[in-house]
């Protein structure tokens, strides 16, 4: 069974800083991406930051220079250092990987966590 499981999730105080890791479970042996994804109250779920096998990344513009995305591909696992936190950031974060492939062979297209929520607030 293929598992993503995310934490470090909760409430901070705006401009203060949390870091969410995620591990997949031990049946993964190799995924091509993985990265952190969020959906706002009311809004549509939006990609983050994604960090490839190769260690290219990505972010959302409304996260350059505050939130730093790190994987760790024999583990993989995938981190996300957040700093400066606004307001606007309060969402459930979700962990994401691409094409996972399992130790008996199998490939997925993409696998999700269940989410973590992130509050920034006063």
């Known amino acids: 069974q293929v598992q993503l499981v995310e934490s470090g999730g909760g409430l901070v105080q705006p401009g203060r800083s949390l870091r969410l890791s995620c591990a997949a479970s031990?049946?993964?042996?190799?995924?091509?991406?993985m990265g952190w994804y969020r959906q706002a109250p009311g809004k549509q779920r939006e990609m983050v930051a994604l960090i490839t096998n190769g260690g290219s990344t990505r972010y959302a513009d409304s996260v350059k220079g505050r939130f730093t995305v790190s994987g760790d591909n024999a583990k993989n696992t995938v981190n996300l250092q957040m700093n400066s936190l606004k307001p606007e950031d309060t969402a459930v974060y979700y962990c994401?990987?691409?094409?996972?492939?399992?130790?008996?062979?199998?490939?997925?297209?993409?696998?999700w966590g269940q989410g973590t929520l992130v509050t920034v607030s006063s």
């Open positions: 994401n990987a691409v094409r996972v492939t399992t130790n008996s062979g199998y490939t997925y297209g993409e696998v």
């Open positions: 031990a049946t993964i042996s190799s995924v091509n991406a």
